[in-house]
């Protein structure tokens, strides 16, 4: 009877050593799933959710205080009604099929924010499920960056190549418009003051003006190399717009200028802020049409304030 008693005492504590190490790995398995940056989730054959860990939580935004009103129901409580909805018709038949899914999806959590994840679910033994998630917002976002991006860059180089014809079609234009609008001239000093012909000579030569001031906006445009902002030096652009002016108004209007300051910068782009003063400028040649004028541009530092205007319009202050 001692010899029995001994050796069914050895087997018991070699049975609980056994129990002791299965339930240490056990202990070890669940703290590695619950330290895991990926969430997890164990559901049971009845779909019920038994198990999940921190960084679950986290993807769902479950507070620690609210576990137990996800543990032991449905999971798929987890989703917003839409997100329930899309799983019960797309995911889980597939599920049932293969036993496996994987896929990324936005959805929305129960605080009203909008994630975009991946998940996978596979089907344990059991009926039960084990599902994965990870939060991909981030790259998502970054993936929409880099496409606007590039929707970016292929509009530049489109734009780009646009402003390289408009510059090649404005310099030949240019030489032809020079040879019509000089023998345009030619005509009207020809021909009597006063005479219908004389008259249609002068038409001509309007038209042989506005068509310049059209390729005069195109080389404009063409020299255009970005819309950025960038310092410039309004004097230059002023002289620059002199010297086309010098090319393509009448001789009836006197060009004058009087550009006071030495340097003038500003944060804008020489290209547009050229065109702008261009465009007074035609119009302020339009305005005196064929009678004699003066057109003086003139340039002064001064104060906004002082002047009038509104700085609280003005970006930055």
Known sequence: IVFLYLLERRKNKQITAEKQSALKMLEQ??????????????VDAKGNLVFMNKALMKLFAIDVSRQD??????????????????????VLPYLD???????????????????HAEFSLT????GGLIGTGRDVSEREEFGKEVKQLEAQLYQAQKMEA?????????HDFNNILAAMNGYAEFLQEDLEPGSQERQF??????????AKDLVDQMLAFSRQKQSAHQLVDIKQVLKDVLSMLNASLPKAIDLQSDLQVEHSMMEGNESQIAQMIMNVCVNARDAM???????????ENGNAIDQGWNCNNIRDG
């Open 123 to 126: 089907k344990l033994p059991d």
């Open 29 to 42: 398995r669940i703290a590695a799933i619950e330290a895991a940056g990926d969430a997890i989730a164990i």
């Open 69 to 90: 009103e996800y543990l032991r129901q449905s999971w798929l409580n987890l989703y917003s009604e839409n997100g329930r909805m899309d799983i019960t018709d797309n």
């Open 97 to 115: 099929e293969h036993t496996y899914w994987q896929g990324s999806s936005s959805f929305t959590r129960h605080d009203g924010k909008i994630l």
């Open 201 to 210: 000579a002068e038409n001509i030569l309007q038209a042989g003006r506005q």
């Open 162 to 170: 646009i402003g390289r014809l408009a510059g090649g079609v404005a």
């Open 289 to 299: 049409g064929d009678e004699y004028g003066v057109l003086k541009i003139q340039s």
